[in-house]
């Protein structure tokens, strides 16, 4: 395990801490985890690369594997499990294979050059990771969208993504209909669109 | 056992029209009870979820994933559940005000589904409802006359405009003033203002389609505030139907409550079902009603000199048909077979989506809690369209899209990072609202058979969309592509083929108004024919849908029927 899986192991303890002390005042704790903890090495390689740490934080910071896990505990039964580990142990199968050793211990320009590739075949044609798959759909590809899909979610409605990466205000106060797009605008996370 | 107050007027129900009512009769010198039948919300102090961020919710402010159980693949990953204004995707992390379907069921046939969402707590659905502000016209009011469908209505446009005036003046209603003869102006507030993209297609299409004007939403959210009454100005957060500490928006807890308690009058009874009227064959009156404590399942009488029926559109309908006697074995008042029939609601469900390319460097700020309106064009101003009655409204806005339109398209790693905090490209969303025909075979009935945790009847909910919606939504499908074609846009989303017509939330009709009580079950002043101290002042009392949203004329129903009720009670009359 090279430094930086080292430290995110480390986070991601601590983040599912927190995730714990969170279900306390409202939903059942999870009974287990979903997936094993290779699979969970797995997830933290997958999301540091689709959302790495850069001048904010990312997806590790943030939680996102423990959140994936907790949301997969409870929405899925056992036969559902089941088929989330062998959708990701395929998905993982292919992405070792592209980086010509494990995925998940691969450096991380090495992550990204392989999961580009792997991104730019899933999505091509599509314009948004959450389209439900169909049974046409290439398993691997699909398995790939639903990953990014929450990964995305999962980042971007943390404290972390929404507020440090994207902005979080509660109270706007007023409403400008019409102003200049600023240089250095960045979207609000918590910007309901109506009508969708 | 029976409880010994005595009231002057019972209020069933304290939503839009139940605290309309309360205020109404208790500011005119009425001792009046209020019954909810769900728990109460206080104004602030029990609107739970209204400050909470995306990452303090259990599951991000999306449905419990346990309540699909469909694996990870089923939980939802959207924005649009953030307002709480979902009733498909509640808010759980707190007891949330609309109602779980699973809790309360009700019946629908095979061939036609039907979702009733319902809150049922302090306030109904005054907490979570679009808050849009349309008067009716005569256009409406003679529509049932002119074509045939449905009855008279019982009363013209002059009868409601000063109920207008006066429910606009005191809820608070931003709008703009517009000289439009089939959507009468109001006492309105400053509007909310259009965006950039907005304003062009306002003067394209007004331009290009003579006597079709794009104009800001009738919104019972201030622009201003009213101090007197601790009501802030709407704070652009887009939160509403979490509830609303600035009392920016009217719902009985930021507006009529508050006046009526002010009496010193009202009396509320929450966590009390009213389950049926009482008819006094002596006297041929109601003399109060029977109510259930949910929780502990006692059942006791109020009595009262008066009834107010506002539990909404289908609830009062079912109660009447629950409040059976020997005079009245079929439902109470039901002398003409018409009590359930005739139910609505509006044609809707569909939209279509255009992406507008351009005005990159235009943008807004503060999340507007509307979209704006184009008012109905079909068979109005000179516009004749034979293939089908009436009309239809375009409620549209142009918005930039968030976050999740760079987040969740290709790219990963800063790539995806960079695109996820830029401003997304236009689109015009055009929702459509078309008018149903009044049809008896539309109706509510109780189920022979299923009863509620309450040991009710069930209500069975029979409502097909006909012939003359489909045509009205295909032809405001039709018109909503041209324009957004023409103003140079890229339709992206639009309904396919054999597209479902789904309801609007406005479910309405059930206890007409009429002219003639062997065709109807209430004179124009909202009160029963056949029992004259009762008045029903909900939605169930609609003889049309028309083509607008509908609460502001409940409202305005309810207050000139108090008016009257109060009259003829100082009378003697009832």
């Known amino acids: ?196 | 056992m029976s409880i010994s107050k005595d009231f002057d007027a019972i209020v069933i129900g304290s939503g839009i029209t139940g605290g309309w009512a309360a205020k109404e009769l208790t500011q005119r010198g009425l001792k009046v009870a209020m019954i909810e039948r769900g728990r109460v919300v206080e104004h602030g102090t029990d609107y739970a979820t209204e400050t909470l961020a995306p990452w303090e919710f259990d599951y991000r402010a999306q449905r419990d994933p346990a309540a699909t159980h469909e694996g990870l693949a089923g939980y939802g990953m959207s924005n649009a559940n953030l307002n709480g204004a979902s009733s498909l995707y509640p808010l759980t992390q707190a007891p949330g005000f609309f109602v779980a379907p699973e809790d309360h069921p009700y019946q629908t046939p095979q061939d036609a589904p039907f979702n009733w969402t319902r809150a049922y707590v302090m306030g109904g659905r005054s907490l979570v409802w679009g808050r849009k502000c349309f008067r009716m016209s005569d256009l409406d009011f003679t529509a049932n006359k002119l074509d045939g469908h449905g009855t008279d209505w019982p009363i013209r446009y002059a009868d409601l405009a000063p109920w207008y005036d006066h429910v606009e003046s005191f809820i608070g209603v931003s709008g703009s003033t517009e000289g439009i003869a089939h959507l009468p102006d109001g006492q309105f507030q400053p509007p909310m203002a259009l965006n950039h993209v907005e304003q062009k297609f306002k003067e394209w299409m007004e331009a290009h389609y003579p006597g079709r004007k794009f104009i800001p939403s009738r919104l019972a959210n201030m622009t201003e505030a009213k101090p007197d009454e601790g009501r802030s100005n709407c704070q652009y957060r887009n939160l509403c139907a979490r509830g609303c500490s600035f009392g920016a928006y009217f719902s009985t807890q930021s507006s009529t409550l508050p006046a009526a308690q002010a009496t010193g009058l009202l009396t509320v009874l929450t966590d009390s079902r009213v389950v049926s009227i009482e008819h006094d064959p002596a006297t041929r009156r109601a003399s109060g009603v029977r109510m259930r404590n949910t929780t502990t399942g006692a059942t006791t009488t109020v009595t009262g000199r008066t009834i107010f029926l506002c539990a909404s559109s289908f609830n009062s309908t079912a109660l009447l048909l629950q409040s059976t006697s020997e005079a009245f074995p079929t439902g109470l008042g039901n002398t003409s077979d018409v009590l359930g029939r005739y139910i609505m609601d509006h044609a809707s469900g569909v939209q279509v989506v255009a992406h507008v390319p351009g005005y990159q460097d235009r943008n807004y700020t503060g999340f507007r809690p509307t979209n704006h309106f184009i008012p109905r064009f079909r068979n109005v101003g000179g516009d004749t369209s034979p293939a089908f009655l009436r009309g239809y409204g375009i409620q549209l806005d142009a918005a930039r899209a968030n976050w999740e339109a760079g987040a969740f398209g290709a790219g990963i790693g800063d790539d995806l990072k960079r695109k996820a905090r830029q401003r997304g490209d236009w689109r015009l969303r055009f929702n459509l609202f078309a008018e149903t025909l009044p049809d008896a075979e539309n109706r509510l009935t109780l189920d022979p058979a299923a009863r509620d945790k309450d040991g009710i009847a069930q209500i069975r909910v029979a409502l097909r969309f006909g012939a003359n919606e489909r045509k009205l939504l295909d032809d405001a499908i039709a018109q909503s592509v041209e324009m957004a074609e023409g103003f140079g846009a890229t339709v992206v989303s639009r309904p396919g083929e054999g597209y479902a017509i789904k309801g609007a939330i406005h479910e309405m009709g059930g206890v007409r108004m009429g002219r003639d009580p062997a065709t109807s079950m209430l004179n124009g002043f909202n009160q029963m024919h056949a029992v004259e101290n009762v008045f029903v002042t909900d939605g169930s009392a609609m003889a049309s849908s028309a083509w607008q949203n509908p609460s502001l004329t409940y409202m305005a129903m309810t207050a000139r029927a108090a008016a009257y009720a109060v009259d003829e009670i100082k009378q003697g009359k009832i």
């Open chain 1, 1 to 196: 395990m090279d430094r930086r899986l080292f430290l995110v192991s480390g986070l991601f303890a601590a983040s599912l801490s927190l995730s714990g002390a969170r279900a306390a005042w409202a939903a059942p704790a999870p009974a287990a985890s979903a997936l094993t903890a290779p699979q969970m090495r797995f997830l933290s390689a997958f999301c540091d690369t689709i959302i790495p740490a850069t001048d904010t934080p990312g997806a590790l910071a943030a939680g996102v594997p423990a959140f994936i896990d907790r949301i997969a505990v409870r929405a899925s039964d056992e036969a559902q499990i089941a088929a989330l580990r062998t959708s990701i142990d395929g998905l993982e199968r292919v992405l070792d294979t592209a980086a010509g050793r494990p995925f998940a211990a691969a450096p991380a320009p090495v992550r990204h050059t392989v999961l580009a590739q792997v991104d730019a075949a899933s999505m091509l044609g599509r314009k948004d990771c959450r389209v439900p798959a169909t049974s046409a759909d290439d398993a691997d590809g699909a398995t790939y969208r639903l990953l990014k899909a929450i990964t995305v979610w999962g980042f971007y409605t943390s404290e972390a993504g929404g507020s440090q990466d994207l902005r979080f205000e509660l109270v706007p106060g007023g409403y400008a209909p019409d102003i200049e797009l600023a240089a250095d605008w960045r979207n609000y996370c918590n910007e309901t669109v109506l009508g969708q």
